[in-house]
Each structure stands twice: as C-alpha cells, then as structure tokens.
C-alpha cells in the first residue's frame, strides 16, 4: 500500500502540501537545495556535530539522471569549502543514485567525478551500502575507488551474515567504515531474520572494527549499542577522535548532543533534495520496523 502511494502523483501532491506532512519531512530532511543543506550544515557545525551529506535519490536507470546527481554533489562540496565547512563536513553517495543499475564502470566513474571534487574541497565521502544484491559491487567499486583516494568510507550492514568478516577484512590502517543496522528488507539466506541475532552481529562487528587498525563509524540510535560502544572503545584502548557515532538528522537530537558534549565525534546524516518523497516512503515500505522509527522519532519530538 505505501509503495502504491509512492508512485501515486495525486497522493504525493496531497502528501507534499499538507501542512503536517512538511512538518514531518523537515524533521527528516534538510531541505530541496544546496542552500537549504549548507544552512543545515552550519547550524549542525555550530552546536559541535559533523556532517554527511546524501542528495537524495536512488535506483537511477536514466544516464543523464546519474550525471545530474553528480553535479548536486559537486556543486554541494564547492560550496561545503566556499563556506569553510568541509572540515566538518563530508558527502554519502548511493551507488544506485549514480547508475549502478545501469553499469558498474559507469557508477565507478560517477563516484571518482564526486571524490576528486571532494578532494578539492577538502572533505571525504562515504559509500551507503544498498540490498544485498549490489554488496559485492559496491564493495567492488570501493576498492577501486580507494586506490586513489583512500579515505573513501564503506558502509557494512550488521544484519547480514557475511558482514563480520567484511569488518575484520577491511579494518586495515586509514580505512573508514561506518557500521549499521541495516534498512532494507531482506532474505533469511543472507540476513538475520530476528532482531537480537541483528544486535549480536552488530556487536561483533564493533570488537571486530576496534580491534582493528582503521576507523570505525558506529551508526545507531539504540542506546543499548551506544552504551556497549563506549564501553569497548574503552577496552580497545580507542579515545574519543578515534572513533565517531553517527545518528540521522532528525533522530535523537538531544543524544546527539549529549554525546557530543562528552568529546565525542557525532556526525549527522543529512539527507537533501527534491526526492524526499520517494526516500521516506520506500524507507517505510521496505521494513516496518523503518515505520516504526520514522513513527518512534515523530512522537519523540
Ligand atoms: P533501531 O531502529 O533498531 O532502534 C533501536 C532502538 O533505538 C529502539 O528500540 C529505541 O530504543 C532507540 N530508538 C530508535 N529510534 C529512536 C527515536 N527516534 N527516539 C528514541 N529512541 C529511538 N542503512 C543501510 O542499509 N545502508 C546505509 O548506508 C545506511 N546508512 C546509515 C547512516 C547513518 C548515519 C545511520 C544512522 C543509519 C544508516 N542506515 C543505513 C540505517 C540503519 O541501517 C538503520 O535502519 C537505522 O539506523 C535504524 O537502526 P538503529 O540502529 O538506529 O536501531
């Protein structure tokens, strides 16, 4: 049903005006421009939080598309360094937004387009892990891409019963990960159906990443994981600015800070653009339990 009304233009009209609808999606969503995500940016910055920044869009098969979101994004890193944000400030691509769909070579060289104007801006970017189709070839396209640019972050999901040893293999010296969850609705062939089986892996995960030489993005709201994160940061000897949490915007703000106060690195992702509707409709659809996070985070405010 929610799929059926992400493709329905009547409900998305009636859903983008509606005055509690834009509530709810500037709670979630920066904004539609360039402006409205350095104006988010800035004021994220100001109260001590780093930012990613992902334009919004996915699962591109149109070329000329794929190369418009390049452009937002570089557009959107020149002026990350024209306002002396891109210290604190780095982007997250989605391979699929770039024409991974279309042709892995093509979604290659889509990414460099964006990591050399990263590079000119001073900043990194990080590459959102999609369903586990693509696993294999955005891990691909990573290692490609970290030939030349070595900052270039992964993102591995917890849920998935492979992600383990992903962790363990790519905790080497200067590697970024950013680990989560996972949001996408997945097979018990390769995913962890039950939710306590998704928490345990996520905890390998962290002692895996720890206890490794790279540096790892822990991204949750689950207190219970925060709480263990900190606890075997410690025990793996990590200080604060060894490591960084990472919340979505709009989740949690006040434990963002919280966090951020304790010399923590915290860092927003901060999704932006014209493509808002399609991102939190899919988001629900995929998983209920990713209604029941928007829900959670709307009765929360
Ligand atoms: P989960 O949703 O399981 O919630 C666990 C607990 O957290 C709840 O029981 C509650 O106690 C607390 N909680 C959650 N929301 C709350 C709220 N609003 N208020 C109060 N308490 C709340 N996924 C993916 O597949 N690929 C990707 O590339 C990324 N990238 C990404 C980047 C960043 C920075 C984040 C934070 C997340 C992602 N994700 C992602 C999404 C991720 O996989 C996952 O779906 C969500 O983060 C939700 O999972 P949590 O770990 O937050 O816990």
């Given at each position: 049903m929610i799929l059926a009304a992400a493709r329905n233009d009547t409900i998305r009209s009636l859903v983008a005006t509606a005055p509690v609808s834009r509530d709810v999606v500037s709670r979630f969503v920066a904004g539609e421009t360039t402006a409205d995500a350095v104006a988010a940016t800035r004021r994220l910055v100001d109260s001590g939080l780093a930012v990613t920044l992902d334009y919004l869009g996915e699962d591109t098969t149109d070329a000329i598309q794929a190369a418009n979101t390049v452009d937002a994004y570089v557009e959107l890193l020149e002026h990350l360094h024209a306002e002396n944000l891109a210290d604190r400030a780095e982007v997250s691509v989605k391979l699929s937004a770039v024409g991974q769909l279309l042709d892995e070579k093509l979604a290659l060289d889509n990414a460099a387009r964006i990591c050399r104007a990263a590079q000119a801006a001073g900043t990194t970017v990080t590459l959102d892990m999609e369903d586990h189709t693509t696993t294999d070839s955005t891990l691909r396209v990573l290692g490609e891409l970290r030939r030349t640019w070595p900052w270039v972050g992964a993102v591995l999901q917890a849920?998935?019963?492979r992600t383990v040893d992903d962790a363990t293999r790519l905790a080497t010296e200067g590697s970024r990960v950013r680990l989560c969850k996972g949001a996408y609705s997945e097979p018990e062939t390769v995913a962890y159906p039950d939710t306590a089986e998704v928490d345990k892996s996520y905890v390998r995960c962290v002692n895996a990443l720890l206890a490794g030489e790279g540096y790892p993005m822990f991204a949750t709201h689950d207190p219970r994981l925060i709480r263990i994160i900190g606890e075997r940061a410690r025990v793996h000897g990590?200080?604060?600015?060894?490591f960084e949490y990472q919340m979505l915007f709009g989740i949690r703000p006040e434990e963002q800070l919280r966090l951020a106060r304790l010399g923590n690195t915290v860092r927003v992702y901060v999704p932006y653009g014209g493509e808002w509707y399609g991102y939190l409709m899919r988001r629900m659809a995929e998983r209920p339990a990713n209604t029941m996070f928007f829900l959670r985070a709307v009765m929360t405010r």
């Amino acid at each position: 049903m929610i799929l059926a009304a992400a493709r329905n233009d009547t409900i998305r009209s009636l859903v983008a005006t509606a005055p509690v609808s834009r509530d709810v999606v500037s709670r979630f969503v920066a904004g539609e421009t360039t402006a409205d995500a350095v104006a988010a940016t800035r004021r994220l910055v100001d109260s001590g939080l780093a930012v990613t920044l992902d334009y919004l869009g996915e699962d591109t098969t149109d070329a000329i598309q794929a190369a418009n979101t390049v452009d937002a994004y570089v557009e959107l890193l020149e002026h990350l360094h024209a306002e002396n944000l891109a210290d604190r400030a780095e982007v997250s691509v989605k391979l699929s937004a770039v024409g991974q769909l279309l042709d892995e070579k093509l979604a290659l060289d889509n990414a460099a387009r964006i990591c050399r104007a990263a590079q000119a801006a001073g900043t990194t970017v990080t590459l959102d892990m999609e369903d586990h189709t693509t696993t294999d070839s955005t891990l691909r396209v990573l290692g490609e891409l970290r030939r030349t640019w070595p900052w270039v972050g992964a993102v591995l999901q917890a849920y998935l019963r492979r992600t383990v040893d992903d962790a363990t293999r790519l905790a080497t010296e200067g590697s970024r990960v950013r680990l989560c969850k996972g949001a996408y609705s997945e097979p018990e062939t390769v995913a962890y159906p039950d939710t306590a089986e998704v928490d345990k892996s996520y905890v390998r995960c962290v002692n895996a990443l720890l206890a490794g030489e790279g540096y790892p993005m822990f991204a949750t709201h689950d207190p219970r994981l925060i709480r263990i994160i900190g606890e075997r940061a410690r025990v793996h000897g990590r200080e604060p600015g060894g490591f960084e949490y990472q919340m979505l915007f709009g989740i949690r703000p006040e434990e963002q800070l919280r966090l951020a106060r304790l010399g923590n690195t915290v860092r927003v992702y901060v999704p932006y653009g014209g493509e808002w509707y399609g991102y939190l409709m899919r988001r629900m659809a995929e998983r209920p339990a990713n209604t029941m996070f928007f829900l959670r985070a709307v009765m929360t405010r």
